[in-house]
Nanobody
Framework: QVQLVESGGGLVQAGGSLRLSCAAS????????MGWFRQAPGKEREFVAG????????YYADSVKGRFTISRDTTKNTVYLQMNSLKPEDTAVYYC?????????????????WGQGTQVTVSS
């Protein structure tokens, strides 16, 4: 079993930055692909970014490419999402997810473990 706990969300003005963290406990996730997803009110959960188990490959949604950076620290069993140049449309609950087998997927249904989410609100 894997437990994922997100932190780092909050309220920020447009153009600002936040760094989200996802701390994993339980079975090690060092061999798992990890992803960040977000869900805004009234919308479906969408893929934001993903990172391979080795950290050597990253993937981004077009809407965040160039602004967000995903990384992982295997020694701390933690995945990060650095978010710069935030826009009001980035407002959502952000979720961390782990995929026990295979590589990064942009589909939320492919992930086995989820955190409880952290709220990010960007004011205009």
């Amino acid at each position: 079993q894997v437990q994922l706990v997100e932190s780092g969300g909050g309220l920020v003005q447009a153009g600002g930055s936040l760094r989200l963290s996802c701390a994993a406990s339980g079975r090690t996730v060092s061999s798992s692909a990890m992803g960040w997803f977000r869900q805004a009110p009234g919308k479906e959960r969408e893929f934001v970014a993903g990172i391979s188990w080795s950290g050597s490959t990253t993937y981004y949604a077009d809407s965040v490419k160039g602004r967000f950076t995903i990384s992982r620290d295997t020694t701390k069993n933690t995945v990060y999402l650095q978010m710069n140049s935030l826009k009001p449309e980035d407002t959502a609950v952000y979720y961390c997810a782990a995929r026990g087998r295979f590589g990064v997927s942009r589909s939320s249904s492919d992930y086995d473990y989820w955190g409880q989410g952290t709220q990010v609100t960007v004011s205009s």
